[in-house]
Each structure stands twice: as C-alpha cells, then as structure tokens.
C-alpha cells in the first residue's frame, strides 16, 4: 500500500508558473509508474502526463506539450510536475496516481492503483 500526498497548487496569473510535488509513502516507489491527472469542476478526469519508474519515458497530453515537464526523484519518493505558461483553461484539481505493477502507465487513469487527493491549481486571466 502506498500513500499519495501532492502540494504546490494555488492561485496564478495566465502566462505565470507552478511546481507540483507528490510525495508518495513506501519503499518501492522506485518501482511505480506515475501520471498526473487533472479534473476541471463538472468535467472528466484527463491525462496531464506520466514517467516511467526509472524517469528515462515520459509522455504528455497535447494541451499541456511543451509547457508542462514532469519528473521524478526517487531518492525522496516525489514526483514534481513543473507548469508555465499557465492558462486559465489549466484552471482543475490535479491528481498523482501510481502504478506498482508496469514500469511506464501512459494516459489511462483505470491503469493506475493508488490516488492523491489532488491540489487545486487556479489560473486567472
């Protein structure tokens, strides 16, 4: 079992940046593949990115190419996605998920086990 803490959300500009982090409990995390998600109010959950355990693979959501970089350190159980050129329609809860069982989890939220609560990112325009 593991656990799923994220931070770093809050209020933005459009056009200004944020890092997220998801600190994840237990000593396999080195093993886990990891996305992000985001759930904007009334909407689906979406795929913002995800990395492969050992961080060499990543893959990204069109709307979010080239502006979002997501990153993992596995000595301290976290992984980061960096945010800039923000925009309102970036405005959703963001979500960490982990996957034990594969070492890269690509875009499908049902490939992924374990859930953060999410933090809430807000871009004004």
């Known amino acids: 079992q593991v656990q799923l803490v994220e931070s770093g959300g809050g209020l933005v500009q459009a056009g200004g940046s944020l890092r997220l982090s998801c600190a994840a409990s237990g000593r396999t995390f080195m093993s886990y593949a990891m996305g992000w998600f985001r759930q904007a109010p009334g909407k689906e959950r979406v795929f913002v990115a995800a990395i492969s355990s050992g961080g060499g693979v990543t893959s990204y959501a069109d709307s979010v190419k080239g502006r979002f970089t997501i990153s993992r350190d596995n000595a301290k159980n976290t992984v980061y996605l960096q945010m800039n050129s923000l925009k309102p329609e970036d405005t959703a809860v963001y979500l960490c998920?982990?996957?034990?069982?594969?070492?890269?989890?690509?875009?499908?939220?049902?490939?992924?086990?374990?859930w953060g609560q999410g933090t809430q990112v807000t871009v004004s325009s």
């Open positions: 998920a982990g996957n034990p069982r594969k070492y890269y989890s690509g875009s499908y939220a049902t490939d992924y086990d374990y």
